[in-house]
């Protein structure tokens, strides 16, 4: 459950590309709601995530499951689309986020000034301590900020490809593998250790999928595409691979065997319809 409090929206917000679409203010309200009042320490797949003020943690998977609760199917945003948004906020100046491999640490940048006047209040009660209480609270403010700026230091200077222990992450995607395949397949020569590529295949890994999806998705649109003068050029990682590949994976086709009344005939494999009539293109 989220502290109580209230969020604060940008004055210019009215002026910008978020204010015509309900969703993308939903988003940002969202942030808000999330960044850390004061400086905490969070847990993310066992790793300690030291958070200053106005910052927190989030990956798409955490970011869609929160933005969609209660929100009907068809109503749904991908985590790949609300991480578009934030991109968005951040060039509009309103964020900062700080990507690694597991994780992105989101700074809420507006609004400072605000917030510093809604604490006024709380100084002048602090100015009423006794002079002993004030230095011990100085003294341990001082303390706690600079431990959360070097903890938060030594996180962000660990590079994507390290964990926080400074040991090498283990990437088990067969990035190799399955271009390999493709390349087979598809009489291509595309390269497996080109960054777009990888984003892809990573990006379909994390949603759940295995090197047999893809050797599916491979088969079905080599069976489709290949001998098609046109098609055929999009047998290619960045169109096999998007934000299609669960369409694809599923699509229906005409198996190369068939048993009709019990007599084995040969057909194509094609897509086909719903009524299991193959679709000429």
């Known amino acids: 459950m989220a502290s109580k409090g209230y969020t ?25 709601s999330k960044e850390s009042y004061k400086g905490k320490v969070c847990m993310v797949e066992n790793q300690a995530i030291t958070l200053e003020p106005r910052q927190f943690v989030t990956g798409r998977r955490s970011l869609a499951e929160e933005f969609n609760k209660g929100v009907p199917c068809n109503d749904m945003v991908s985590g790949s689309t609300l991480f578009r948004w934030l991109e968005s ?34 100084q002048q009660m602090n100015n009423r301590w006794t002079s002993d209480e004030q230095q011990m609270n100085t003294n341990n403010k001082y303390k706690t900020d600079n431990t ?33 395949y493709l390349n ?66 599923n699509q229906t086709t005409i198996e190369e065997k068939r048993n009709v009344n019990g007599i084995t005939k040969e057909h194509d494999t094609r897509t086909v319809d719903s009524f299991g009539i193959p679709i000429l293109r």
């Not at 777009?196 to 994390?206: D, V």
């Not at 080599?222 to 055929?232: F, L, Q, S, V």
Request: proline share 3%.
């Open 184 to 249: 087979e397949k598809a009489g291509t020569k595309y390269r497996y250790q080109t960054a777009s590529t990888k984003e892809k295949i990573r990006a379909r890994y994390r949603e759940g999928f295995t090197i047999d999806d893809f050797k599916t998705v491979i088969d079905k649109k080599c069976a489709e595409w290949k001998n098609d003068a046109k098609m055929c050029n999009y047998l290619r990682p960045e169109t096999l691979f998007g934000t299609k590949f669960e369409s694809y994976l």
């Open 148 to 180: 959360l700026k070097k903890d938060l230091k030594d996180i962000l200077s660990v590079s994507d490809d390290t964990s926080i222990g400074g040991e090498k992450a283990k990437d088990n995607i067969p990035y190799k593998d399955i271009i390999d």
């Open 89 to 122: 906020f951040e060039k509009l100046g309103y964020l900062h986020i700080k990507k690694t491999n597991k994780y992105s640490i989101v700074t809420v940048l507006y609004g400072n000034e605000y917030i510093k006047d809604c604490t006024s209040d709380e």
């Open 8 to 32: 604060i929206l940008p004055r210019d917000i009215t002026d910008t590309p978020i204010w015509v679409d309900a969703r993308k203010v939903k988003l940002l309200n969202l942030c808000l």
